[in-house]
């Protein structure tokens, strides 16, 4: 698994590349082997985005979530929060095909 992040108009924060890389193993229980997954970190007048895009082999999911929050890290728990909705669904529709 490889994990990208990329910051526009903000400085780089050790500590929330941590946070990432020790959140985003939560989405290793879905067995879908996502290959790359890619963090975009956004300070625009005021507001944070945060952006996440997951691809893999036949796998692609994007989330993202914007806010004039005080920090990245609530961001990162909702886009991480969609992608893992995502990928369960994709999980359970592909384990139903393999049922029939």
Same mark, same amino acid.
């Given at each position: 698994m490889r994990i990208d992040f990329k910051f526009r108009h903000? +400085?780089?924060? !050790? !500590?929330l590349t941590n946070y990432v890389t020790e959140k985003v193993h939560l989405l290793? &229980?879905? !067995?879908? &082997? /996502?290959? %790359?997954? +890619?963090f975009?970190?956004?300070? +625009? %007048?005021? +507001?944070? %985005? @945060?952006d996440l895009q997951v691809r893999g082999d036949h796998l692609e999911?994007?989330?993202?979530h914007s806010? /004039?929050?005080?920090?990245?890290? @609530?961001?990162v728990d909702q886009t991480l929060t969609k992608v893992a909705k995502q990928l369960a669904k994709k999980k359970a529709k592909i384990q139903s095909h393999k049922v029939s």
């Open positions: 903000c +400085e780089q924060s !050790e !500590e290793q &229980k879905y !067995e879908l &082997k /996502p290959l %790359r997954i +890619e975009t970190f956004t300070k +625009e %007048r005021g +507001e944070l %985005r @945060v999911a994007h989330a993202h806010g /004039p929050d005080d920090n990245f890290f @609530v961001g």
